[in-house]
């Protein structure tokens, strides 16, 4: 019996560490990938919201009004960030869309890099489980971050939510009593607001904050201050949309529940063969969601670090599903959830995973259950390559459609059947093309 064992030690111990190391090559394998997809998505031309900021721009820059221009309101939102990129774009790259790609790249690492730091940084997460740590970015670098990124218009999800990410691990981060804590957890009020300056989601970061005070035992005067700074700022930026906000339309309450689980179940939702298996997924997880919140919230058992981001995750993801089940519902008769906020679904999945992996971690007290949960996580991390590889090349072809038919737009300004929502509005498509073949760019 001595000798099996002293046989299965050093088997143990490699398997072990193979482990480890698989979970590792994934994750990079995930980053080559989401690099990849995000080249062979990229369409570096000005299409549908882009002609509205490439437009504004120009009328701008022709009556010099620059404050105005910069929080003039797009829709439901205040897009700062994208006006002052967009006069960029238009000045140095011709309008071509780069400068829209690099910072939402940027952003996008960015905010990986922050996720992976926090879990590694978890003292559940030691030895050889330390590798599960690279699951959190490899569930952030997807190929629906990746379209986020390569697509211009759709820049405006990975900006804001580098903000939104920030601004929960800096708060935290100046709860314990840490030096500068009180500088750090001010700062998270700045980036707070910044985050909804990329796009009006950011805003559900103030709920998500004073939720973090209070979980972490802020004193009443954080707790009044938060609550004050996020309700008057977001009064504020509603107030100036000049009534460009979404209204509930109660009569559809079924189709918006269809709505927020097909949300919820990005991206499988996005494949009609299994639209009802990904709804009973989305469904799942706004279930366990939901409880993790208010298991977390009465108990208010001592927690760490990652936990309470994690929570904090949760509420934002799960914000956003339900305003974009209320405000998208009646946009088109049957329910497509665009690919794009998959980006906002991440934070969900990153979320449980921040507090289901110490749960576990917790557990496994002995070899063989750690080489059971890295075992779990070799196969989830694999799951995720297959994923990203499927999902890119199917995201690839549907780019490159949309690159093409905007190119022969360009040319012949006659639009192709079935991309009219490429260019909502002809007249003003055909001004600002026309302008920018003129040289305007």
């Not at 309450?253 to 499988?268: I, Q, T, W």
């Not at 906020?341 to 999945?349: E, P, S, T």
């Amino acid at each position: 019996m001595v000798t099996d064992l002293q046989k299965f030690l050093p088997r143990a111990a490699k398997l072990e560490s193979f482990l480890s190391a698989t979970i590792v090559a994934a994750a990079i394998a995930q980053f080559v990938l989401f690099a990849v997809f995000l080249d062979r998505t990229m369409i570096l031309r000005p299409f549908t919201d882009m002609i509205d900021w490439i437009d504004a721009y120009f009328q701008a820059r022709q009556h010099g009004h620059v404050l105005g221009y910069l929080w003039a309101p797009h829709n439901e939102h205040h897009l700062v960030f994208i006006r002052a990129l967009t006069a960029l774009d238009v000045a140095a790259f011709k309008a071509s869309g780069i400068s829209f790609v690099v910072i939402a790249t940027i952003a996008t690492i960015v905010t990986a890099f922050i996720i992976c730091v926090e879990f590694r940084s978890d003292k559940q997460l030691t030895g050889s489980l330390s590798a599960l740590a690279w699951l959190s970015p490899m569930l952030y670098l997807t190929t629906a971050v990746a379209v986020d990124c390569s697509a211009p218009t759709n820049s405006v999800y990975p900006i804001s939510l580098l903000f939104l990410v920030l601004t929960l691990v800096l708060f935290i981060s100046g709860s314990e009593f840490a030096p500068h804590a009180g500088a750090k957890q001010t700062v998270a009020l700045v980036t707070g607001m910044l985050a909804s300056l990329g796009n009006a989601l950011g805003l559900l970061v103030w709920p998500a904050l004073l939720w973090l005070a209070w979980r972490s035992g802020a004193s009443k005067r954080w707790l009044i201050g938060i609550g004050a700074i996020g309700i008057g700022y977001g009064l504020f930026y509603v107030w100036t949309l000049h009534g460009q906000t979404s209204t509930i339309n109660l009569a559809h309450l079924p189709k918006m529940a269809d709505y927020l689980f097909a949300y919820l179940g990005l991206p499988f939702s996005r494949v009609s063969e299994v639209g009802l298996a990904a709804r009973v997924l989305g469904a799942a997880l706004l279930v366990v969601a939901v409880i993790a919140i208010l298991w977390d919230t009465i108990l208010r058992r001592p927690a760490t670090r990652l936990h309470l981001i994690g929570i904090g995750l949760i509420i934002v993801a799960l914000g956003a599903a339900f305003l974009a089940a209320i405000g998208r519902v009646d946009i088109e008769q049957e329910v497509q959830v665009p690919y794009r906020y998959g980006i906002f679904v991440a934070l969900l999945h990153i979320g449980l995973l921040a507090l289901a992996l110490p749960f576990f971690a917790r557990l496994a007290i002995t070899r063989r259950r750690r080489i059971t949960l890295l075992g779990a996580g070799t196969a989830f991390a694999g799951m995720l390559v297959v994923l990203q590889i499927v999902s890119g090349r199917h995201v690839t072809i549907v780019a490159n459609s949309i690159d093409n038919a905007v190119a022969r737009y360009e040319e012949t300004r006659v639009l192709e059947p079935g991309m009219e929502r490429l260019f909502s509005n002809l007249p003003q498509a055909d001004r600002v093309l026309t302008e920018l073949r003129n040289g305007a760019r």
